[in-house]
């Protein structure tokens, strides 16, 4: 688990194919790995990945094909800036919120807007993500903790301060760019404990009007 705060921008260093998949080396930056040893979790711009080896400057990780087609690693070149987060441990300060390191989806930055010193985004999210993001809920976006501002259908807009310009790789995003999404794990939750005893029937999983209504959830 992690919390969304972003502790250190780091750099891909190598991307080497491997039996079909890709391994990765993240040069880390300014994060203290003295705490990290070989099985450790850290986020790469929200994507949970396993330490396979410590060579001193980062890391390396091994990352599946499932993540390469669920998330936008595949856009990572050798020099690309990340934004990088170690696992939470007990006495970890829970800056932003709770965030799985699990990807639900790829969105893109369709505009980007000076408004005095901060900078608003507006992203479109997949369209089965809309339903999870919320006007002042939360989502993490490459890894970032984020407060969305305004909700217009599959698009959601970020007003975003200069510390945080400054501290993840936010303020190279430029409308087209693609950003891994991570929705709240309480709408998650949520939507499946709506589902109540029919979540143990095999389904499509998705919540539909008719069953909000069927179920008492919607007032005629």
Do not use: Q
Not at 204 to 212: A, H, K, W, Y
């Amino acid at each position: 688990m992690f919390t969304g705060i972003i502790e250190s921008i780091g750099s891909i260093r190598a991307l080497t194919p491997k039996g079909g998949d890709v391994r990765v080396h993240v040069e880390t930056g300014k994060l203290d790995l003295s705490d990290v040893k070989l099985g450790d979790s850290i986020a790469v711009n929200g994507v949970c990945l396993t330490a396979v080896e410590l060579p001193g400057n980062g890391f390396l990780a091994d990352v599946s094909r499932e993540t390469l087609d669920c998330t936008a690693m595949n856009d990572l070149k050798s020099g690309s800036p990340v934004n990088l987060e170690k696992a939470l441990t007990p006495t970890t300060r829970l800056g932003g919120h709770l965030v799985s390191g699990h990807v639900d989806g790829v969105g893109e930055v369709v505009s980007r807007t000076d408004n005095a010193r901060a900078v608003e985004f507006r992203i479109r999210a997949p369209k089965e993500l809309a339903k999870y993001i919320a006007h002042k809920g939360s989502i993490t976006v490459d890894g970032t903790s984020l407060t969305v501002n305004a909700v217009d259908g599959a698009e959601f807009m970020l007003t975003i301060i200069p510390h945080t310009l400054s501290e993840t790789i936010m303020a190279s995003y430029r409308p087209g760019r693609r950003v891994n999404l991570e929705v709240d794990l309480l709408a998650r939750y949520l939507e499946r404990l709506l589902l109540g005893d029919k979540a143990a029937t095999p389904a499509t999983g998705n919540i539909t009007e008719s069953f909000l209504a069927a179920n008492g959830y919607l007032k005629s």
